[in-house]
């Protein structure tokens, strides 16, 4: 089954800082692996929101808004594709990532991650009442 980990963007980001030469190497060191063992499809960091285009299909027109998108309060900073064998699995992969951050950035720092299963034609909606 595969799960897209999510993680929220921070101002810190917004403004277009780069993730330190530690946490750039931490964080290579456990996608390495992943990819090694299989179990990580891809992954990436996202520019701020200033270098985005927010695109919406509404009665009929498509509009397009440049960025920075100020108004969200959950922008996407990053994100994992993850072939796993469980719901669990990918929580302890997220808790892993969010503690390789911790160990590198301090207790102090602070972050959030989103764990979603990925939908696969044909079968079941994982979390989801499937009657």
Known sequence: MQFMLIT????????GVPP?????????KMAEEGYKSGKIVAT????????????????GKITATDGPFTESKELIGGFAIANLASREEALEMCRNFMNVHAQVLGP????????RPMYEPGGPCPGLDNK
């Not at 929220?8 to 403004?15: I, L, M, R, Y």
């Not at 929101?49 to 009665?59: D, E, F, N, P, Y």
């Open 108 to 115: 102090g720092y602070e972050m959030s991650c989103e764990v």
């Open 8 to 15: 929220h963007a921070n101002k810190d980001s917004e403004a």
């Open 20 to 28: 330190s030469p530690e946490l750039i190497a931490a964080i290579g």
């Open 44 to 59: 990436g960091g996202l520019l701020p929101s200033k270098a985005g285009v927010r695109m919406k299909l509404s009665g």
